[in-house]
């Protein structure tokens, strides 16, 4: 258990000495590997992940889904997002930024990623909100905050990423972020409402718009709508009837959804040849990046499962008698604590081969444990000193220091504590949908 | 020395047209297999290893690239710490380096894998083309990554400004 615990630190330090994540995981995991068996057995056993992995039919997902996203962002789905939901929700105090936590879902149902999420929404509504006298904190808190449900709502690309570590099922956790994603939506709200009630100059009301505007702003989006339903609801099985029988698996859904996105970009016009090139060479970018990832994660947590550190932190569980809430509780706060210094696939490609064997062995449920770390991982990219959405939106905005977005972020960043003891005191709300597929 | 830059770009080009064709034909592929099956119970039978085959296809045609231009997912909390320290650069070199030498070794032993597939005569299931094949793409292109990433080491250890511009 040692070794693992040194191999644990040498990640650590390597990443830190600014080492790809990808390969200081493999390194350690093959030098750890060497140390545990020999050179030849490390090499090849190295080798057949790289091979095996890149052929994984199940991983074809990963591209499928960031193509969806992509060729839904370049039909100029978020504005029109932004549209429908300041149509709806304008003309309430702060209504502007409930528009824009309201339009951040919905963008983050076609989106697998938070940090794109936050960047694509803050070049929509910044200059909207600033037009309308809003305060520089809650405008800019409003998009960092609700670019973090990019990871939540399906599809998501984190958790991709954590069933494929964990073997749990992919369909399942899309599944199972809707509700805590609908929370969270609800939440941000709240958080909105007790931002105006303190400082009500902060958000003015905007105007109200006639019936005839609002179902002229919902003809905008109702073929992007219709392709969430479409991918979720294959998904999760609700489309077999008479006389269409669809039900998908992970990839299929992302199948349809990439060629759906594909088709409602082209017909709108707003696709050429050149930027189809970019969108593809972009999601094959990412692809690369995102398996690169993946197999180092495999290789280190090889290497920690052959050096016995799950079962060697069980046995010190099971030896002090810790009841299993106290070791959540502990988990959990590990979390929040990496993620004031880590990037959030970062943290989750380090922790998740440890932590998972522990809590499945404590009883806990793979699917519900997915959606918890996924929501202490949103939290994380809001936290300060390094919350990441925070940081991409002073960069895409520029004129704004990260000190106001960090206090403007404040009451979200409570609203999200709340809504995770909700979902940690209240597993059946993460369970409930999954279980019925 | 401005035009190595040059023809480095364009070489990156024609990996990432590989792999940008290779993503399209797998959204088409995917797509036509589910309308084929629920429509006409005909399902693609092939899909799946093709599909697998077009991962393999799109992964290792993009990464050299990706470590070439370092795209490579990265923690950058110190960054500060190290410009001001002035070792960002020797650092960044050698870090590069170590990755990309210490990469030969799986590569040339998925060489040997895939020559082991080869001399079985392992075929894929419904289209029967040689697994070697792949196999043999994916350790080409892990060793390419690898040379890529020394060299890039290299040259940030050795010849810096000759990175600027061939850097995207």
């Known amino acids: 258990m040692i070794e693992s615990l040194i191999g644990f630190a040498a990640v650590l330090l390597l990443v830190l000495l600014r080492m790809p994540i990808a390969f200081a995981m493999g390194?350690?995991?093959?030098?750890?590997?060497?140390?545990?068996?020999?050179?030849?057995?490390?090499?090849?056993?190295?080798?057949?992940?790289?091979?095996?992995?890149?052929?994984?039919?199940?991983?074809?997902?990963?591209?499928?889904?960031?193509l969806m996203g992509l060729f839904v962002n370049k039909?100029?789905?978020?504005?029109?997002?932004?549209?429908?939901?300041?149509?709806?929700?304008?003309?309430?105090?702060?209504?502007?930024?409930m528009a824009t936590i309201a339009a951040c879902g919905g963008f983050a149902a076609i989106c697998g990623s938070s940090l794109a999420t936050a960047a694509t929404m803050s070049k929509v509504v910044m200059p909207e909100m600033r037009k309308l006298g809003y305060s520089d904190e809650l405008s800019s808190a409003s998009i960092a905050a609700g670019g973090t449900l990019g990871i939540l709502i399906p599809p998501s690309v984190i958790l991709v990423i954590y069933g494929l570590l964990t073997e749990t099922?992919?369909?399942?956790?899309?599944?199972?972020?809707?509700?805590?994603?609908?929370?969270?939506?609800?939440?941000?709200?709240?958080?909105?409402?007790?931002?105006?009630?303190?400082n009500?100059?902060?958000?003015?009301?905007?105007?109200?718009?006639?019936?005839?505007?609002?179902?002229?702003?919902l003809s905008g989006v109702w073929s992007v709508l219709l392709l969430f339903f479409l991918v979720i609801g294959g998904l999760y099985g609700a489309l077999d009837f008479w006389p269409i029988h669809l039900t998908f698996s992970p990839t299929e859904a992302a199948g349809m959804g990439a060629m759906g996105a594909f088709l409602i970009a082209l017909f709108?016009?707003?696709?050429?040849?050149?930027?189809?090139?970019?969108?593809?060479?972009?999601?094959?970018?990412?692809?690369?990046?995102?398996?690169?990832?993946?197999?180092?994660?495999?290789?280190?947590?090889n290497f920690v499962n052959y050096a016995g550190l799950p079962e060697g932190l069980r046995d010190m569980i099971v030896s002090a008698d810790l009841s299993p809430w106290l070791v959540m509780t502990v988990i959990l706060l590990i979390y929040?604590?990496?993620?004031?210094?880590?990037?959030?696939?970062?943290?989750?490609?380090?922790?998740?081969?440890?932590?998972?064997?522990?809590?499945i062995g404590l009883g806990y449920d793979p699917v519900w444990f997915g959606i918890i770390v996924v929501v202490v991982t949103e939290i994380s990219l809001i936290t300060p000193p390094v919350g990441l959405n925070v940081f991409i939106l002073k960069s895409v905005v520029g004129d704004i220091s990260v000190g106001t977005i960090?206090?403007?972020?404040?009451?979200?960043?409570?609203?999200?504590?709340?809504?995770?003891?909700?979902?940690?005191?209240?597993?059946?709300?993460v369970l409930f949908l999954p279980s019925q597929m | 020395m401005k035009s190595i830059a040059r023809v480095l770009n364009r070489l990156t080009e024609l990996p990432m047209l590989l792999a940008a064709a290779t993503l399209f034909v797998l959204m088409v592929l995917t797509f036509a297999d589910v309308i084929m099956r629920s429509t006409f119970s005909a399902p693609i039978e092939a899909a799946t290893e093709l599909t697998r085959i077009a991962m393999a296809v799109i992964v290792f045609s993009a990464l050299?690239?990706?470590?070439?231009?370092?795209?490579?997912?990265?923690?950058d909390l110190l960054d500060p710490l190290f410009r001001r320290a002035g070792v960002e650069r020797i650092l960044d070199g050698l870090i590069t380096l170590a990755c990309g030498v210490l990469l030969v070794w799986p590569a040339m032993r998925s060489f040997d894998l895939a020559a082991r597939a080869r001399s079985y005569g392992d075929l894929t299931e419904y289209l029967s083309i040689p697994v070697f094949y792949i196999t043999w793409f994916i350790a080409f292109m892990t060793l390419v990554t690898a040379i890529t990433m020394a060299l890039r080491g290299l040259v940030i250890l050795f010849k810096p400004d000759l990175l600027r511009g061939a850097n995207d």
Not at chain 1, 28 to 38: A, I, Q, S
Not at chain 1, 281 to 297: C, N
Not at chain 1, 336 to 359: D, Y
Request: net charge positive; glycine share 10%.
């Open chain 1, 75 to 97: 039909g100029g789905i978020s504005r029109e997002l932004y549209q429908v939901s300041n149509a709806f929700l304008g003309h309430f105090r702060g209504g502007l930024a």
């Open chain 2, 64 to 75: 050299p690239v990706v470590s070439g231009r370092a795209d490579h997912i990265v923690v």
């Open chain 1, 200 to 217: 009500p100059a902060a958000g003015p009301a905007g105007r109200r718009f006639s019936l005839s505007e609002k179902l002229q702003a």
């Open chain 1, 336 to 359: 929040v604590a990496l993620g004031c210094v880590f990037e959030s696939l970062s943290m989750l490609l380090l922790t998740v081969p440890i932590f998972f064997p522990i809590v």
């Open chain 1, 406 to 429: 960090f206090k403007g972020v404040t009451p979200f960043w409570m609203m999200d504590i709340v809504r995770l003891l909700i979902l940690v005191l209240f597993p059946w709300l």
């Open chain 1, 27 to 66: 390194i350690v995991g093959m030098v750890g590997m060497t140390y545990e068996t020999n050179f030849v057995a490390a090499i090849s056993l190295v080798s057949r992940l790289i091979i095996d992995t890149s052929q994984d039919y199940g991983l074809s997902v990963v591209p499928l889904f960031i």
């Open chain 1, 268 to 301: 709108r016009g707003t696709l050429s040849v050149s930027e189809t090139l970019t969108v593809l060479k972009e999601t094959a970018t990412t692809t690369a990046q995102l398996f690169s990832v993946l197999i180092g994660a495999w290789i280190f947590s």
């Open chain 1, 169 to 198: 099922s992919i369909g399942k956790l899309f599944i199972a972020g809707i509700v805590p994603g609908i929370l969270g939506i609800l939440f941000y709200l709240v958080a909105v409402q007790i931002s105006v009630y303190r």
